[in-house]
């Protein structure tokens, strides 16, 4: 499967461990989708202007997709976190909730690129 421009570059974002604090902070103590942030970063590198409109889409789909999916894993990963014996079963959580997150980039880059000013199926190839 090939991977979209958005996933690459969160992954390059992510091993920056400040962005990663600042991310999960920002997810944590303020309930921030980390996905929203990161393609807000993507939108901007991409010379995007911000859009409000656009904006307020993103955020209401990823609030959505974490409220239904991302959240109730993370719970449950931490518990297992938590809990004696349970190493494999948090490992398999935490692959979920990471193909979760990339689903959910996924979706968001295609409603970012819907717009006008978004990138063509040509220009999502280069970079």
Do not use: N
């Amino acid at each position: 499967m090939k991977e979209a421009p958005l996933w690459r570059f969160a992954l390059r974002l992510w091993r920056d461990k400040r962005i990663e604090r600042v991310c999960l902070r920002l997810q944590d103590e303020h309930g921030v989708p980390v996905a929203v942030l990161l393609t807000a970063l993507w939108l901007s590198d991409a010379g995007r202007r911000p859009d409000p409109a656009l904006g307020r889409r993103l955020l209401a789909y990823a609030e959505q997709f974490e409220a239904d999916y991302l959240r109730p894993l993370r719970a449950v990963r931490r518990r297992a976190a938590d809990g004696q014996g349970t190493v494999e079963l948090k490992r398999q959580i935490q692959e979920a909730e990471l193909e979760g997150e990339r689903l959910l980039l996924e979706q968001l880059s295609r409603q970012a690129q819907a717009q006008p000013g978004g990138q063509s199926e040509e220009e999502e190839g280069e970079g």
